[in-house]
């Protein structure tokens, strides 16, 4: 996998594991978000409309979907197999 440092470069967007393997598996829904365009944090170093918005899914029953737990672990599995 390729790093990229602070300069901002704006990658392919990461698809679902069933997307990478050609099933009918959609992208994931844009967060509405422009990309690449980052909240900053404020003086105090929090993002707050970050805090509020995974406040809401939490709230909502949201944030945790099966993607995110896929990526999860996927991440976990590339550590554990690069050690």
């Known amino acids: 996998m390729m790093q990229h440092g602070p300069q901002g470069h704006q990658g392919p967007q990461r698809g679902t594991r069933g997307w990478w393997r050609g099933s009918k598996a959609e992208l994931p829904e844009p967060s509405g978000k422009v990309e690449g365009k980052k909240e900053r944090p404020g003086k105090d170093g929090i993002r707050k409309e970050l805090v509020a918005r995974v406040k809401a899914e939490i ?23 690069s050690d």
Do not use: F, H, S
């Open 59 to 81: 709230a909502a029953g949201t944030y945790d979907t099966p993607e995110k737990w896929d990526a999860a672990l996927d991440n976990m599995l590339d550590r554990l197999m």
